[in-house]
């Protein structure tokens, strides 16, 4: 798993997306105020990669801007993958 950049192309985006292109998840043995993140989990293709990624964009776990996540992992379940 790995960091992506904050672009602030990547964040303008954001906002325009339906609010039911979210999720919520609920962390298990996390003790947090914010036990309960959005998430936004979509397919993507990067230049120079073969192959699917998956870009986990997760918000409301504390910080003022959500962080961009890139997986391999395409089967796991989210809450599993960014509780860690």
Do not use: C
């Amino acid at each position: 798993m790995t960091l992506r950049r904050r672009s602030p192309k990547r964040l303008a985006a954001l906002p325009r997306l339906p609010a039911s292109a979210w999720r919520r998840v609920a962390w298990q043995n996390v003790a947090r105020a914010s036990r309960r993140p959005r998430v936004l989990d979509a397919t993507i293709h990067l230049a120079g990669y073969e192959g699917p990624l998956r870009q986990l964009t997760v918000a409301d776990r504390g910080h003022e801007e959500p962080t961009f996540l890139v997986t391999k992992q395409l089967r796991r379940a989210a809450s599993t993958l960014i509780e860690r």
